[in-house]
């Protein structure tokens, strides 16, 4: 199993960046994928998570209206667009695999997989 993250960078506050995480060695299509971040200093939280087989989609509070997570099941991979960045969303983002079909109605943090992380820094 592999996750792989990529798209971080730094970017000006107000800026855009899009994330991606491409997945491969196990049913991409029936898991949930999930973001994470970590900034310095603090616990890792969750950010956005998505139903690969129904599309459902959940969000921190933090991120509504300003991020985005989709994904294309034909190529395995998640994507979390996020846009309207502050300084607060710098951090470590981290994708992760879930095949529990827990409830998805809150972030769960025992997750089947993580990818190593993108550092995502917004300069304000």
């Known amino acids: 199993v592999q996750l792989q993250a990529s798209g971080g960078g730094l970017v000006q506050a107000g800026g855009s960046l899009r994330l991606s995480c491409a997945a491969s060695?196990?049913?991409?299509?029936?898991?949930?994928m999930c973001w994470y971040r970590q900034a310095p200093g603090k616990a890792r939280e969750g950010v956005s998570c998505?139903?690969?087989?129904?599309?459902?989609?959940y969000y921190a509070d933090s991120v509504k209206g300003r991020f985005t997570i989709s994904s294309d099941n034909a190529k395995n991979t998640v994507y979390l667009q996020m846009n309207s960045l502050k300084s607060d969303d710098t951090a470590v983002y981290y994708c992760?695999?879930?095949?529990?079909?827990?409830?998805?109605?809150?972030?769960?943090?025992?997750?089947?997989?993580w990818g190593k992380g993108t550092l995502v820094t917004v300069s304000s």
């Open positions: 992760a695999a879930d095949s529990s079909g827990r409830p998805l109605i809150q972030f769960y943090y025992g997750m089947d997989y």
């Open positions: 060695g196990f049913a991409f299509d029936d898991w949930r």
């Open positions: 998505i139903n690969n087989s129904d599309g459902v989609t």
